[in-house]
C-alpha cells in the first residue's frame, strides 16, 4: 500500500500570504495524485488533478507541482474561504486508493 | 447537472449489517464510463476510501476492508449500494458516496454526495 504523508498537520497563516502544503508518496504514484479541500460539514471538493491540473472553476491561486514523490499545493494568496482542511490522495496502481491525513490551514 | 444522494439508516448495532445507498441523477451509471466509489470519515479523522464499482459492474475493494464489504450497482434504479458487515464502533463515520474517473482521471473524486453519518452503537 502506498502511503501519502502531508505536512504540517497544521498551519496557521494570515489571510493575504502565500502557502506551500506538502504531500509525500512512499513509492512513485507518477502523475495519479489529486488534492482536495474540505470545509466543516461539507464534502470534499475536487482541486487538483493529475497533480498539477485544477479542476473545473477552481480558482487560481490554487496550483499544484511535483518534485519526485513530492507534491506541492501553493495557493498564492490565502483567501478567507480557503481556511480549510486539505488532503492529497494518490490513485496509482490502486487499488487501494489512499489519503494523506490532511494539513489545516488556520487563521493566525 | 450530475448528483449523487446517499441514504441509509444513522444507527447500526454492533455485529449488524450496515447498508447504505446512493441514487445519481444526471447521468446513467450503466452508460458512464465512471467509478462510484465509497468513502468514509471517522469523526474529526481524515478519508478513507472503502472501494469503488465500474460501470461495467466490476467492483474493486480497500484489502483493509475486502472482507467486510460489497459494493453493488442497481441500473433499474441508477444506484449503487454499499453493505459492511460485522460492524463494530470502529466503522462509526461519515459515508461518502462519490464519482471518479472521466477526464480527471479514473481515481479522482469529483462528484460527492452529502455524506451520510452512521453510528454503530446498542
Known amino acids: 500500500e502506498i502511503v501519502m504523508t502531508q505536512s504540517p498537520a497544521t498551519l496557521s497563516v494570515s489571510p493575504g500570504e502565500r502557502v506551500t502544503l506538502s504531500c509525500r508518496a512512499s513509492?512513485?504514484?507518477?502523475?495519479?495524485l489529486v488534492w482536495y479541500q474540505q470545509k466543516p460539514g461539507q464534502a470534499p471538493r475536487l482541486l487538483i488533478y493529475?497533480?498539477?491540473t485544477r479542476a473545473a472553476g477552481i480558482p487560481a491561486r490554487f496550483s499544484g507541482s511535483v518534485s519526485g514523490t513530492e507534491f506541492i499545493l501553493t495557493i498564492s494568496s490565502l483567501q478567507s474561504e480557503d481556511f480549510a482542511v486539505y488532503y492529497c490522495?494518490?490513485?496509482?496502481?490502486?487499488?487501494?486508493?489512499?489519503f494523506g491525513q490532511g494539513t489545516r490551514l488556520e487563521i493566525k | 447537472q450530475l448528483q449523487l444522494q446517499g441514504s441509509g439508516p444513522g444507527l447500526v448495532k454492533p455485529s449488524e449489517t450496515l447498508s447504505l445507498t446512493c441514487t445519481v441523477s444526471?447521468?446513467?451509471?450503466?452508460?458512464?464510463?465512471?467509478?462510484w466509489g465509497w468513502i468514509r470519515q471517522p469523526p474529526g479523522k481524515g478519508l478513507e476510501w472503502i472501494g469503488s464499482?465500474?460501470?461495467?459492474?466490476?467492483?474493486y475493494y480497500n484489502p483493509s476492508l475486502k472482507s467486510r464489504v460489497t459494493i453493488s450497482l442497481d441500473t433499474s434504479k441508477n444506484q449503487f449500494s454499499l453493505k459492511v458487515t460485522s460492524v463494530t464502533a470502529a466503522d462509526t463515520a461519515v459515508y461518502y458516496c462519490?464519482?471518479?474517473?472521466?477526464?480527471?482521471?479514473?481515481?479522482?473524486?469529483?462528484?460527492w454526495g452529502q455524506g451520510t453519518m452512521v453510528t454503530v452503537s446498542s
Open positions: 462519490a464519482r471518479s474517473g472521466g477526464d480527471y482521471g479514473e481515481g479522482a473524486f469529483d462528484i
Open positions: 444526471g447521468d446513467s451509471i450503466s452508460r458512464s464510463t465512471y467509478y
Open positions: 464499482i465500474y460501470s461495467s459492474g466490476n467492483p
Open positions: 513509492q512513485s504514484v507518477r502523475s495519479n
Open positions: 493529475d497533480a498539477s
Open positions: 490522495q494518490q490513485y496509482n496502481n490502486w487499488p487501494p486508493i489512499t
